[in-house]
């Protein structure tokens, strides 16, 4: 049989109601959640179960979506299912970081409580986060190189859907050679900042000073990081890594890549929403792909293992 990856989407997939049945119908779930709510000092559960207008804004969302995938995660652990390998994509990692054993969920909860607060500070004005769909990642790498003005790639999502980010005025000028390069659309996110941008790495650095005084263990599931697409090696490399996965390009299609050259043949999306299933269907379709978001997942993902 193929390995087993346990993988956690990132900011977007929220909504409000996320994993309220895993609180309700099992203790060790509502646990996870009273446990972030005392690291990050604000009432997680409120914030994930009543309407209210903060849980799309970076600072609580981040604390909200990590305490939501944690908990789906501490269910399906205690149905007996485990990976050999786990990944999240962007603010998904810190789920990651929990599976792999390398950080507990306080630490988690409280330097993920921080990294929205310092992403949201960061933010600069007139930043933008174009998808570019339908082009050539060497295409759209070339075109952000040529334009002037702060652009980047933020995410490498899966063929044909690549996200650019980075100054406003520089992220329309690239978005409007693309589409003249044969891009199919682009389409402008509803971002409150240019995620994965060096724009906002004096908020990597301020999360890396937060990072000094966290526990990181030794890695007891392998773990891959969005940075670079590869197993971290060490429990030393944690902290820069995250510092710089502020800033830096999402490589969430080679990481997948570099899963299922490692033998990965069922991938379990554990969190709100299927964004990383729909990626997943572009990248490869011949892997096994399960969710886990409701209450009734968690049976219906062990009887698929079996």
């Known amino acids: 049989m193929g390995k087993i990856a346990f993988i956690f989407p990132g900011q977007g997939a929220q909504y409000v109601g996320m994993a309220k049945d895993f609180y309700d119908a099992i203790p060790l779930c509502k646990e996870v959640f009273e446990k972030a709510s005392s690291a990050s000092a604000l009432d997680v559960e409120k914030l994930c179960f009543e309407e209210n207008d903060q849980i799309n804004i970076t600072e609580y969302t981040q604390i909200a979506m990590v305490a939501a995938e944690v908990a789906m995660l501490r269910a399906l652990e205690a149905k007996g299912v485990k990976p050999d390998v786990t990944a999240g994509l962007s603010l998904g990692e810190y789920g990651a970081l929990v599976a792999s054993g390398v950080m507990s969920e306080e630490d988690v909860f ?37 334009v002037d003005g702060q652009v980047t790639i933020a995410n490498y999502n899966c063929p044909g859907q690549i996200v650019i980010t980075g ?49 990181i263990n030794d890695i007891a599931i392998p773990y891959i990081a969005n940075v670079t ?32 050259a490692d033998g990965v043949t069922t991938f379990i999306e554990i969190g709100p929403g299927k964004t990383l299933s729909g990626f997943m269907r572009k990248i490869n379709r011949d892997v096994q792909v399960l969710n886990v978001e409701k209450v009734e997942d968690l049976d219906k993902v062990v009887e698929a293992l079996q």
């Not at 060497?138 to 075109?143: A, G, W």
């Not at 005025?169 to 003249?180: D, I």
């Open 110 to 146: 409280k330097v993920v409580r921080k990294r929205g607060i310092y992403m949201q500070e960061a933010v600069p004005t007139g930043g933008a986060m174009v998808a570019v769909l339908g082009l050539d990642t060497k295409v759209i790498e070339e075109v952000c190189d040529s």
């Open 167 to 215: 100054e406003e005025k520089a992220v329309a000028t690239a978005a409007e050679k693309l589409a003249e390069a044969g891009a199919k659309r682009c389409v402008s996110l509803k971002v409150s900042g240019p995620f994965h941008s060096p724009l906002l790495a004096g908020a990597g650095e301020k999360l890396g000073k937060e990072l000094e005084d966290v526990a």
């Open 229 to 260: 697409a590869d197993y971290v090696a060490s429990k030393d490399d944690v902290k820069a890594l995250l510092e710089k996965q502020v800033s830096a390009s999402v490589r969430w299609q080679q990481t997948v890549e570099r899963m299922i």
